[in-house]
DNA sequence: CGAGTTTGACCGGCGC
DNA sequence: GCGCCGGTCAAACTCG
């Protein structure tokens, strides 16, 4: 009998034992279908994010050509009488994949949920934003506000000019010197004024130490005291590209004003560039080209830098625009009348987190009147000796 | 050891 | 032509 009873109870343990890794096994292709689909959705997702960066990098490469286009025929509407530039709202909404005139459901949608936000930010527009610093920059046409202007472009990466002078047999450092020149004129053409320099923006910013990072990479290549300044003046070029023409230079404001260090940047990225750039890059081109088209007008350059004290001025035959952040410019009247129905994307790097080890000086611009919310966020990144 | 910085020398533009 | 001065080079140096 107890063997009996013994042999049915290890019948009944097998039994329960069998079902509990039925169970398990079941539980187990469960959790693995998950993942699968888990899975698929992540690729999905990253095919759809490379895509979206994609567009996102080679429609900001273009972005300046967009704007000199716009001013050159702002500038024939001038020369035919119309003489009313500084009224021409000028605004280029980027469009990642989007059809040139069909707006879907979804993006209008989108555009109500963003008027609804902006609506809720101006009534709770405050002083404190109207003191923060904003580089946003953002394009589109108001001529006709009844219509959706947006445009849409054709992308294409700028062909970088794969010069590769390193290879060249160079016999002298003069030789060098030219070819390097050759290399930044070409860089150049097509956006350079035959008779005059390079256009420079200048970046007057508040801060302890003048390692701003734009987004891009530095490398310090000199410094230099000068004639006018008995402070330092740093030398950068950009090292994302081995060939990129683009130079900056740091220089502390004055012995008065040891917070404030002026930027200097001069040329174009001939690469793309990373999110934190590219609102700077943008910001400065399109100043540039401003300046290159000949509307140099405040009115036109409030239209990027409505909050700051923003100065136009050209000397050795260097067109340069500067932007003072340590001045807060806000003045309402002259700020455009943005339709709340014409808003699109912009961007912002607010996700996009500095390094750890990094100091940030964050520039949220909020345009308390305008229906656009766009951040650039300047952190220290660039490695420079203490003294600067 | 490689990448970045420092610093004196050099180059070229510009004014006189 | 000469000198001044801003910008750049490149060897030496530093740092991780």
Redesign the pocket.
Known sequence: MKNKKSSEGVYIVSIVFFCYLHSQEVELDETKAKVDKVKEENEKLKLLLSTVLAEYNSLQMHVYNVIRQQNESSMKLDGNGNGNNEDLDVDISLRLGRSEHKISKKEEEVRKIIAENISIEKKEGSEKKRSAHGLGFRIQSFEDPNTDQTMKFDYHFREVKNKDVENKCLSS??D??TA?NEEHHEVLEGHEQPGLKKTRVCVKAPCDDPSINDGC?W??????T???NPLP?S?YRC?MSSNCPV?K?VQRCGEDDTSAYMTTYEGNHDHPLPMEATHMAAGTSAAASLLQSGSSSSASLSHFFPFHHFSVSTT??HPTVTLDLTQPNYDPNQLPNHPLSSSSLSFSSSDHPSPSNSHTLSFSGLRPQAPFTTYSHLSHQ????GQQ
């Not at 490398?219 to 230099?224: A, H, V």
């Not at 660039?382 to 000796?385: D, G, I, K, Y």
């Open positions: 450092r003069k060098f010197k390097r990479q490398r310090k290549y000199g410094q230099k000068a004639k006018t003046r030398y090292s130079r230079q050795n035959s660039t490695r420079l000796s």
